[in-house]
């Protein structure tokens, strides 16, 4: 086999890896009210079967990603793809609700070792700029794309199977990913566990997030100002100063402080975790209102959500990348944002008697555009100041936050729309706090991402716009 083409096959096969870590993203959010009705989960608690894999995906992301460059990236590419089909099987076959969170950690846990050396991996296998610039405009429509198709394929699963069948497709595409990964997939040569590895650094900061995003979650169960929630968010908080004296003393920390001078990088990471919590609020609670007020099927939910998912994918497949070279990154972003805002006040105004078409229609083709116009632009101005050699830091700390930011928000406004509102006005008032959350970040957009690198597209991103 030539060199060529297993260096194209190899795109395949961790493109198929990553989609599949999309895929399960948002599979299950069309089938939470049967996984509900079957496990005897609490509307709370239910957030925690997408909030489980969250955490776990968005917290060993650094760290998978130093292990790939200590012991190999074959290996936990491999690893993480193992660990994933496993806990897989065993969400398949969960008879609880705390069965199924724990298996949905696992998964986030092997999604997280895979996703955090691919960009390595295509880089390492990609040296030539144009062709570099092909193979991640490819993976950047799996990203966009993959989150969005979940939805149609976790209807059409529930619908015709059962829910259990999310979790075992995975099964025959793991397996797969598995032999040709280990057969098409060159492996680099390690630095060595003498470099260290900052396990510390990794528990605390999970543990922080797991205490926080629980004592959210339960807030409405116990109060927001009760002993139980306050106690929960203090201690989180102990735990994040923790680990940032930590990181301050540590040789080879697994996020050194200085990334946090980096303007651009700061600003569009929490301007990417505000809007992950407004559109995945969305197809979060969207899910519920369509399945719970309007009765839809799983499948019908997932159809509903189609327009959302093929207008990312026009935005993806070159259009977003030809407009930022013509009116720049922030220009375009702010639009995006401007046309995300509106689809959810849209949403807010929903109710039992609000039809499809037009209003439901409009608002989901809207999310789309306006998601697949942000998207890049937020990527290429955060890594636009970042200093070549901690790109895969800057990168692994941008997607880090955007996960946990999510998490947390979407964590936060359930909690706060069940314990203040009931029914279709719970949904409502959900809307209403997502295009809050999308307000922020446009607000933080204007405010600060200026200059130079908020301005103009990246010789990178040139080189992306003219190969797509």
């Known amino acids: 086999m030539s060199s060529d083409l297993r260096r194209w096959m190899a795109l395949v096969v961790v493109c198929f890896g990553q989609l599949m870590i999309m895929l399960d993203s948002t599979i299950v959010n069309v089938a939470l009210p049967y996984m509900q009705r079957d496990l005897g989960f609490t509307q709370a608690n239910l957030t925690w079967v997408v909030n489980g894999y969250l955490i776990a995906y968005g917290s060993f992301l650094l760290v998978a990603g130093r292990l790939g460059d200590l012991i190999g990236r074959r290996k936990v590419f491999l690893a993480g793809v193992f660990l994933f089909t496993v806990a897989s099987v065993g969400s398949g076959f969960a008879t609880g609700a705390d069965h199924l969170i724990v298996g949905r950690f696992l998964q986030g846990l092997g999604g997280s070792l895979s996703a955090g050396v691919i960009i390595a991996i295509i880089v390492t296998e990609f040296r030539k700029p144009a062709e570099r610039a092909q193979a991640m405009s490819v993976f950047t429509l799996v990203i966009a794309g993959g989150g969005s198709l979940g939805l149609l394929a976790g209807g059409f699963l529930t619908q015709w199977a059962s829910w259990h069948w999310i979790f075992f497709i995975n099964v025959p595409i793991g397996i797969a990913t598995m032999v040709l990964g280990a057969w098409l997939i060159e492996e680099n040569e390690g630095l060595g566990l003498s470099q260290g590895v900052d396990i510390a650094g990794a528990l605390l900061i999970t543990s922080a997030l797991m205490l926080g995003v629980y004592g959210i979650v339960t807030a409405a169960d116990y109060g927001w100002t009760s002993t139980h929630t306050l106690g929960l968010s203090g201690a989180a908080i102990a735990l994040v100063a923790a680990f940032v004296l930590l990181e301050s003393r540590l040789a080879n920390p697994l996020v050194p402080l200085r990334i946090f001078t980096i ?206």
Do not use: K, W
């Open 263 to 468: 303007r651009s990088l700061t600003g569009a990471t929490a301007a990417r975790a505000l809007l992950f919590t407004g559109l995945f609020t969305n197809f979060f609670i969207g899910a519920l209102y369509l399945q719970h007020v309007h009765g839809y099927t799983a499948f019908e939910t997932g159809l509903a959500f189609l327009p959302t998912t093929l207008m990312i994918g026009v935005m993806s497949a070159g259009l977003a990348a030809r407009l930022m070279a013509r009116i720049g990154p922030r220009n375009l972003l702010v639009a995006g944002l401007t046309v995300i805002i509106t689809a959810l006040v849209i949403l807010s105004g929903v109710g039992p008697q609000t039809s499809y078409a037009p209003s439901l229609f409009a608002a989901y083709v809207l999310l789309g555009a306006g998601g697949g116009m942000s998207f890049l632009p937020l990527l290429t101005i955060s890594m636009s100041e970042v200093p070549l050699a901690d790109a895969g830091l800057g990168s692994g700390f941008s997607n880090v936050v955007m996960q946990i930011g999510g998490a947390l928000g979407l964590a936060s406004i359930s909690s706060i729309s069940t314990s203040y509102a009931r029914g279709s006005a719970g949904f409502q008032l959900a809307y209403v706090l997502a295009a809050i959350c999308a307000t922020a970040s446009l607000m933080v957009v204007v405010a600060v991402l200026r200059g130079p690198a908020a301005q103009v597209a990246t010789r990178e991103q040139v080189r992306i716009e003219e190969a797509a």
